[in-house]
């Protein structure tokens, strides 16, 4: 390997790669959801046959936290919508 090389795909931007990654399936999921779902269902039993311990109790307790942050900024924007 090109020491070059990895220093390049070391010092990608990260960012907006997840970024892009994120646009890619919301916009596959409001093409066809059910399409979207069955995919979703396959990368997770997939995931369940490499790692049969996955999700742990504290994957699932990361997940839970994240999601009611989400939930708190809805609700604030939410409100914040309401008084205009």
């Known amino acids: 390997m ?8 070391a010092r990608r931007r990260w960012d907006l790669i ?5 646009t890619f399936l919301a ?3 409001r093409a066809d959801p ?3 779902f069955a995919s979703m269902s396959a990368l997770y039993a ?11 109790p504290e994957d699932l307790a990361a997940d839970l936290s994240e999601l009611i942050e989400w939930k708190a900024k809805i609700d604030r924007a ?4 309401r008084v205009r």
């Open 2 to 9: 090109n020491p070059e090389d990895l220093r390049a795909f």
């Open 18 to 22: 997840e970024d892009s990654k994120r």
């Open 27 to 29: 916009d596959q999921y």
């Open 34 to 36: 059910a399409a979207h």
């Open 46 to 56: 997939h995931m369940r046959q490499v790692r049969p311990e996955w999700p742990r």
């Open 78 to 81: 939410s409100r914040n919508l």
